[in-house]
């Protein structure tokens, strides 16, 4: 079956930097648009970048953009999410997640996605 585990979330500073990692098991990982989301406490889940099946194409959610940077290596099953400049605001559970698509869109509705993981918590102090 298809799984996506998260890790490398945790305690940090404001200011400082945590790189997020998703790795991807039961499915055609080239054949994915891969997606980070996260939910901080009593909001909803919320869209933060996606990145196209080659890498090439990326989104960003307008908060994040210029501090974030979503990758992936395709060879290792892997998505991953470098955050900079981290403020307290980026305080939530991130989330992987996977849509099977055959080109670029705009992915940035959860309810596109096919497949979740865990999540992982990261938290930001002021």
């Known amino acids: 079956q298809v799984q996506l585990v998260e890790s490398g979330g945790g305690l940090v500073q404001a200011g400082n930097s945590l790189r997020l990692s998703c790795a991807a098991s039961?499915?055609?990982?080239?054949?994915?648009?891969m997606g980070w989301f996260r939910q901080a406490p009593g909001k909803e889940r919320v869209f933060v970048a996606a990145?196209?099946?080659?890498?090439?194409?990326?989104d960003y959610e307008d908060s994040v953009k210029g501090r974030f940077t979503i990758s992936r290596d395709n060879a290792k099953n892997t998505v991953y999410l470098q955050m900079s400049s981290l403020k307290s605001d980026d305080t939530a559970v991130y989330y992987c997640?996977?849509?099977?698509?055959?080109?670029?869109?705009?992915?940035?509705?959860?309810?596109?996605?096919?497949?979740w993981g865990q999540g992982t918590q990261v938290t930001v102090s002021s």
């Open positions: 039961g499915l055609t990982f080239s054949s994915f648009i």
């Open positions: 990145i196209g099946r080659g890498g090439a194409n990326t």
């Open positions: 997640a996977a849509v099977y698509s055959r080109g670029w869109g705009t992915l940035n509705d959860k309810n596109q996605y096919d497949y």
